[in-house]
């Protein structure tokens, strides 16, 4: 059964850092794409960034560009999204989503998300 | 990046209506358009790729079209466990883009 986890979700001051985690487990995690999707209160979902199968290539939205970074490991069954330089506007519910091996681009699961809130 | 316009953002039926939510991309995204379903609190559950392939498990009530750039999701006959929120999604490029959302309400 295809499982992704996410961890790492909490409180942050303006200005600070986070790591969130995803734990894949349930198929090849290196063989897949994976995408960070992000939903603010209230608010619709946003792509947020993506990483190939071997993290040779990262995508971003133009909005976290430069303050977040994706990564993975494939030893450990593992995406990342480091988070820095935080605002108010990336609070949210943050979702890791693996996109689908075939050639639709869809993103056939996804996490139970975890939330990131930004206050002082 | 590419926008996609989703209407309505909101829409009240009852059960056993049919109802139709569109979809419309700034530029040619072949048939590379995902629809979702979300309840509160839950994550997205994929419904339909490439404009109207149905996922394994999903009921045939749910149907998707498309003509040009203008999409289509179809739910022949509403049911108590539609009532959710409906994104679309292009995956003709990155950045992904999600259509705004509607909102299927009970009247």
């Known amino acids: 059964e295809v499982q992704l986890v996410e961890s790492g979700g909490g409180l942050v001051q303006p200005g600070g850092s986070l790591r969130l985690s995803c734990a894949a487990s349930?198929?090849?995690?290196?063989?897949?794409?994976m995408h960070w999707v992000r939903q603010a209160p209230g608010k619709g979902l946003e792509f947020v960034s993506a990483?190939?199968?071997?993290?040779?290539?990262?995508y971003y939205a133009n909005s976290v560009k430069g303050r977040f970074t994706i990564s993975r490991d494939n030893s450990k069954n593992t995406l990342y999204l480091q988070m820095g330089s935080l605002r108010a506007e990336d609070m949210a519910v943050f979702y890791c989503?693996?996109?689908?091996?075939?050639?639709?681009?869809?993103?056939?699961?996804w996490g139970q998300g975890t939330l990131v809130t930004v206050a002082s | 990046d590419i926008q996609m316009t989703q209407s309505p953002s909101s829409l009240s039926a009852s059960v056993g209506d049919r109802v139709t939510i569109t979809c419309r991309a700034s530029?040619?995204?072949?048939?590379?358009l995902n629809w979702y379903q979300q309840k509160p609190g839950k994550a997205p559950k994929l419904l339909i790729d490439?404009?109207?392939s149905l996922q394994s498990g999903v009921p045939s009530r749910f149907s998707g079209s498309r003509s040009g750039t203008d999409f289509t999701l179809t739910i022949s006959t509403l049911q108590p466990e539609d009532f959710a929120t409906y994104y679309c999604?292009?995956?003709?490029?990155?950045?992904?883009?999600f259509g705004q959302g509607t909102k299927v309400e009970i009247k």
């Open positions: 989503a693996r996109e689908s091996y075939d050639t639709s681009g869809k993103n056939d699961y």
């Open positions: 349930g198929f090849t995690f290196s063989a897949y794409a």
């Open positions: 990483i190939n199968y071997n993290g040779g290539r990262t």
């Open positions: 530029q040619s995204i072949d048939s590379y």
């Open positions: 490439t404009a109207s």
């Open positions: 999604q292009q995956s003709y490029n990155t950045p992904r883009t």
